[in-house]
């Protein structure tokens, strides 16, 4: 008999619930190097890890990812564009552009984001905008890009005291020029052909992981950044079985610093989270009130762990990690219909649920009853 019973109770744990039993275990975060970081899903904006992120930073040369969107957006990139003394003198890298070359607007970006060159950016911001670059990117990066902790006094990022950011504004900043085709394709660029009237060379990305010189396969974009008052910072972007993740560092000490808090970053993200959807069927109530998904399914990323939701009572579900972090913010909106028509539908989705969740108790408990049953044959001869 004693035989027979703790066969039932062996059964009877295979066939529960995994879940049931193990307890989901709180994230290891990593633990970095570099003054400021955040590490930021690209497409959903979920912010999966961030490190001082909304502490304001020199940024140096990361500048030139909002220079080179705010342009393509704004300028015609088959402009030709006539380079000023002022910007041929440019401090810093530079792609060694002479006074009064005629250049096109798109192969200035291009040498502006894959060589850094400080001169491209000063030309870009002159053709745009002559003296009123600093008013009309920041008017920019506040209203289109929605930003709230960033100004910037020039498109390089020299130092200047009132040019800062934070690594939070920086990865918005990030997201959302990789929405466009033509950034994208710049900011992913490991090499270019490069004749200038007194430059012919082979631009090379200063980015190593996406140069190959560290390798990390998943990369496809990055920037670079160092001046002395920011110290070394990065920006990268790397992709993997269709999750594309944004990360931001700022104040490394040193070049390896950066490259090696990234990594850790990433190799977080890749292992730790994942995509899902909330569904446009799946109802959400709070206070009397329900909301939806207005009839879309939508994109969140979560923990392969564990994580929780809660409905706000404005209609933010907000999806946090079982640290308690925040780690995406879902605006839905309220659905008005009937009283009976809801209460039938959470009623049903409820019944689904629970008849998902006893069906599988009935299984087991029928098994366990043929199981008793061919034993007691069994015995009796």
């Known amino acids: 008999m004693k035989k027979i019973f703790l066969l039932i109770l062996i ?15 709180a994230l290891t975060t990593p633990d970095l190097q570099s003054e400021s970081a955040i590490l930021v899903d690209s497409e959903t904006g979920a912010v999966l890890f961030e490190k001082n992120a909304e502490q304001k930073m020199f940024p140096a040369s990361l500048t030139k990812i909002a220079t080179a969107i705010y342009s393509i957006e704004n300028g015609e990139l088959e402009d030709t564009v006539t380079v000023s003394e002022a910007a041929a003198n440019a ?67 020299l130092f200047d005291e009132n040019h800062y950011t934070t690594a939070k504004d920086l990865a918005q900043i990030t997201n959302y020029a990789l929405k466009n085709e033509i950034f994208r394709e710049i900011y992913g660029t490991k090499e270019l052909k ?5 430059w012919d060379t082979t631009l090379l990305t200063h980015h190593r992981m996406l140069k190959g010189e560290i390798p990390y396969e998943a990369v496809n974009g990055g920037k670079t950044g160092y001046v002395q008052e920011s110290q070394f910072t990065l920006a990268t972007t790397a992709i993997r079985d269709k999750m594309q993740l944004t990360v931001i560092v700022l104040k490394g000490a040193n070049d390896k610093e950066v490259y090696e808090d990234t990594k850790r970053l990433l190799d977080y993200g890749f292992e730790q989270f994942k995509h899902s959807y909330i569904s446009k069927s799946d109802i ?26 809660h409905l706000t009572s404005n209609g933010q579900l907000r999806l946090t990690s079982q640290n308690g972090d925040l780690i995406q913010s879902v605006s839905l909106v309220e659905k008005k219909e009937n009283k009976k028509e809801t209460a039938d539908r959470i009623i049903d989705q409820a019944n689904n649920e629970t008849m998902g969740y006893y069906g599988k108790y009935a299984m087991v408990l029928l098994i366990i009853g043929v199981l008793f049953i061919g034993l007691q044959k069994l015995k009796k001869r």
Not at 194 to 198: E, H, M
Not at 284 to 309: A, C, H, L, N, W
């Open 11 to 25: 059964i009877f744990y295979l066939c529960m619930p995994a879940n049931n039993f193990v307890k989901a275990e």
């Open 91 to 157: 401090d810093g890298t530079s792609v060694f552009l002479e006074e009064e070359e005629q250049v096109p607007l798109k192969k200035l970006i291009q040498g502006m984001l894959i060589n850094s060159g400080n001169d491209a950016a000063a030309a870009i911001a002159e053709h745009l905008d002559g003296n009123q670059f600093e008013e009309q990117i920041n008017q920019y990066l506040t209203t289109k890009v929605h930003v709230k902790d960033t100004h910037f006094t020039n498109p390089h990022g």
């Open 194 to 198: 490069w004749i200038g009237k007194s």
């Open 284 to 309: 959400f109530q709070t206070e009397g009130r329900t909301y939806t998904t207005d009839e879309r399914d939508v994109m969140i990323t979560i923990p392969t762990s564990s994580y929780q939701k």
